[in-house]
């Protein structure tokens, strides 16, 4: 929520430059996630036992549901203002920076969990409690070194006067926000209800849909990438008044970025048993991953749409039209048809990717429909 408004707001007005403005929503943007991230951290420590028992899991899974999101979820704030660091870092050009400490950070999760899981050395095997201290601790670092990077690079950031920063700022950051909250807890909600009706398949139908899932990360992680800098991109080139240059080369972004997708996702497909028996040599698991991974080719395509489109949108300040048809289509497209196909016409899983990859698509081409019509233009910030 808070990102999203601080990056389209620095955006805007570095393009324009009004750098106090600028220096002034960073500061604000940091406080914001402070509180969020404490506010979050809280409802998971205290609600955490009763948010897993939303999902009707068998006791051990349960178990250790619960043990992971205590941790993790009580230290929801290193993770808000990493993400905060990140965004402020980016809308000032400094790209590679926050690339290489999320890097450095994933690998020192990937030792952390490996270290919890397999005992090297013969050190204690602390299981899923181990896992989630080394995604705390991975978190944190990562949080420290942005910070570093952010004094570091020079960036403005007047900290001690932020009693001073006009209430405006924190409503402009909270208006865009508070919009673009509502389509990521809506999206969250709605996977919860998809997971809900996946663990209703069975335990292997939930561990193929988890392998999936995180397997197509590695299809969208450049598409991603490339919605990202066109937003930031966006906001810069609406702030100096470039609308036409802006229009044009977000359709060129789009077609890169969709181009990349669908070759990772091809590639990925390919290599699926490879892949697959890196994690699990259940056939029964392997057969539903492999399925769903060959219908990643075809959703993976249509999420590049929102990655692309949607971002540079809420990057114009056109924020209300992709939520409002992110929210229908989300729950009237992916938890309905996962339902609908899933469970009452027994496709199972299947039926669920199936679902998901039709909400991309509606929605993919409506963004693009949005951004041809160039109406985003009229949401101009001041």
Not at 285 to 290: G, N, W
Request: glycine share 10%; with cysteine; proline share 2%.
């Amino acid at each position: 929520m808070v990102s999203t408004g601080t990056s389209v707001l620095i955006g805007q007005y570095n393009g324009a430059a009004r750098h106090n403005d600028s220096a002034n929503i960073a500061v604000a943007s940091i406080y914001l996630g402070i509180c969020m991230g404490i506010i979050l951290g809280g409802i998971a420590f205290f609600a955490c036992g009763t948010i897993i028992g939303l999902y009707g899991l068998e006791y051990q899974v349960a178990q250790f549901g619960y043990d992971y999101l205590l941790i993790s979820g009580s230290f929801t704030i290193t993770v808000t203002l990493g993400i905060i660091f990140s965004t402020i870092l980016r809308c000032h050009g400094y790209s590679k920076s926050p690339m290489f400490i999320n890097l450095f950070a994933g690998l020192i999760n990937i030792i952390g969990n490996y270290c919890a899981l397999y005992q090297p050395f013969g050190l204690p095997v602390y299981g899923v409690q181990g896992v989630a201290i080394a995604t705390v601790l991975s978190q944190l670092i990562s949080a420290v070194l942005l910070w570093y990077m952010l004094r570091y690079k020079n960036i403005t950031l007047p900290m001690a006067s932020f009693l001073s920063i006009p209430f405006l700022f924190y409503k402009k950051i909270l208006r865009i926000g508070v919009m673009n909250a509502g389509e990521m807890l809506s999206y969250n909600l709605s996977q919860m209800v998809v997971i809900y009706f996946v663990v209703q398949m069975g335990t292997a139908s939930l561990t193929a849909f988890t392998y999936a899932q995180n397997i197509a990360r590695l299809s969208f992680a450049f598409a991603l990438a490339i919605g990202q800098a066109s937003q930031i991109q966006t906001s810069y080139f609406i702030g100096k008044g470039w609308i036409n240059e802006i229009l044009i080369r977000v359709q060129k972004y789009f077609v890169i970025a969709l181009i990349s997708s669908i070759s990772i996702a091809l590639l990925i497909y390919l290599c699926r048993f490879q892949i697959i028996d890196i994690f699990t040599q259940d056939p029964q698991v392997v057969m539903l991953t492999a399925g769903l991974i060959f219908g990643s080719i075809f959703l993976e395509a249509g999420r590049v749409f929102n990655l692309v489109f949607i971002s540079c949108l809420k990057g114009a300040g056109d924020i209300n039209f992709p939520v409002k048809i992110g929210i229908l289509s989300m729950w009237g497209i992916s938890a309905f048809l996962t339902y609908l196909l899933g469970i009452y016409f027994g496709f199972g899983v299947i039926g669920a990717w199936v679902a998901i990859a039709a909400d991309e698509w509606l929605r993919g081409v409506i963004m693009l429909l949005r951004w041809r019509s160039k109406k985003w233009t009229q949401f101009t910030l001041s």
